[in-house]
């Protein structure tokens, strides 16, 4: 597979949709090319894109910015639309104050202790952006890079290549790693994700995606009465600082127990010392399937009033729930409401946090000569 950095097709808006078509009430189903427009500039020119998709009864935006979900829209029981991912209408807040909205995450999704760990005997130090440790690939992540995509039409799918080589040396990382990502909108209205990378010298790599889900619709309010359902019988409890202890904790008993669907503000406030610690939940669910060749399911979110579902398959071993609990009412969506802590969660699918320095969690090491392969796929309904 091919991962060069490809030129975006001209003329691809002439072809595809139009943003009435997206964005309206039209329903839009499958089958034509993806539209690009310009969505802002950067402080030194850069032209940000916005690429608009639609297939089933599904719609979403992409920013070249960061491989950014700018909205998601899906119908609830009536047929209403809703854009059901939080984001901002303008590039520069994007810039300024995004707390990964909707974006890709790399080189390594979650956190690295003290962002330090050891590759054959060699030390590395990257970049520190979260306390003491390295979140999501530091403070220059791909969530803050510029992608290069390339939409796509094939049978009933429409979709987009994102494209972006990161450096040897970017954010303290070694080698250089050639990432594509494929955004598919399948005719069923399914969102698919194949996230694919090669390195020139042995580097660690845990790619997501961080969209922030609210079914109700962005700016709705809270997502406590939100049903969550994870196929996971052990999570992963952290120290102070999100970081794993290393011990995989039974579910069973405690308010991570998941495994039947339960509201998530049904025990969010329990007094439990790993809610009190992340503010609500933010911990690595270690998802009962393992490592699997193909996706297999392993979360079902539901928003009782809306009708709307969103239900979720992936061949990795973990899943990041994070409740929103850093969301402060400092930040205002595209709709002008304001987002306060629990009006969104997101649901990333990963290798476990801090696994570079946890010889017994799966391996996100990745040599010249292999290629990373990992596939989420989010399927909507109501
Ligand atoms: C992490 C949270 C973090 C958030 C960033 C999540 O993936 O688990 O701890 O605050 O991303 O907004």
């Not at 402080?43 to 979900?69: C, E, F, H, P, Q």
């Not at 979260?130 to 530091?138: E, I, Q, R, V, Y």
């Not at 969209?211 to 019988?233: C, F, K, M, P, R």
């Not at 969301?327 to 306060?340: A, I, M, N």
Request: hydrophobic share 30%.
């Amino acid at each position: 597979m091919e991962l060069s950095r490809r030129t975006v097709i001209a003329g691809a808006a002439a072809a595809g949709l139009t943003a009435a078509t997206v964005g309206g009430t039209a329903h839009a189903t499958g089958g034509r090319k993806p539209v690009k427009s310009l969505f802002g500039k950067l402080a030194d020119g850069t032209k940000i894109y916005s690429w608009a998709l639609a297939n089933g009864r599904t719609r979403m935006k992409v920013l070249s910015y960061g491989g950014i979900v700018q909205s998601l829209e899906i119908p609830d029981r009536h047929g209403r639309y809703k854009n059901v991912s939080l984001g901002f209408d303008n590039i520069e807040d994007y810039v300024a104050s995004s707390p990964y909205f909707g974006a890709l995450i790399g080189r390594y999704g979650n956190r690295i202790g003290k962002g330090q760990f050891t590759l054959d005997g060699k030390k590395y130090q990257v970049n520190v952006n979260d306390g003491a440790n390295s979140l999501h690939g530091g403070a220059q992540g791909f969530d803050k890079r510029v992608w290069d995509i390339e939409p796509f039409t094939k049978g009933s799918d429409v979709g987009l290549y994102l494209y972006y080589t990161s450096v040897d040396g970017e954010m303290g990382y070694p080698g250089t790693l050639k990432v594509k990502v494929t955004y598919t909108l399948t005719k069923q209205g399914d969102w698919r994700i194949d996230y694919e990378a090669t390195t020139d010298k042995t580097t660690v790599v845990n790619l997501t995606s961080h969209v922030y889900w609210n079914l109700a619709g962005e700016g709705s309010g809270t997502i406590e009465d939100h049903e969550l359902q994870i196929a996971a019988s052990r999570y992963t409890p952290t120290d102070s600082g999100l970081i794993p202890t290393g011990e995989l904790a039974k579910v069973s008993g405690t308010p991570f127990d998941f495994r039947k669907a339960k509201p998530i503000g049904r025990d969010i406030r329990a007094a439990h010392p790993q809610l009190i610690t992340a503010k609500g939940f933010d911990h690595n669910w270690v998802l009962d399937k393992g490592i699997t060749a193909q996706p297999a399911h392993i979360a079902t979110l539901r928003d009782p009033s809306s009708g709307r579902t969103l239900r979720m398959a992936t061949n990795e071993p973990g899943l990041q729930f994070y409740s929103g609990n850093f969301l402060d009412g400092t930040l205002t969506g595209p709709g002008g409401r304001t987002y306060r802590q629990g009006d969104a969660l997101c649901l990333e699918t990963q290798h476990f946090p801090d696994s570079p320095n946890h010889a017994s969690f799966p391996t996100t090491v990745l040599k010249p000569g292999q290629t990373y392969r990992t596939t989420t796929v989010h399927s909507f309904g109501c």
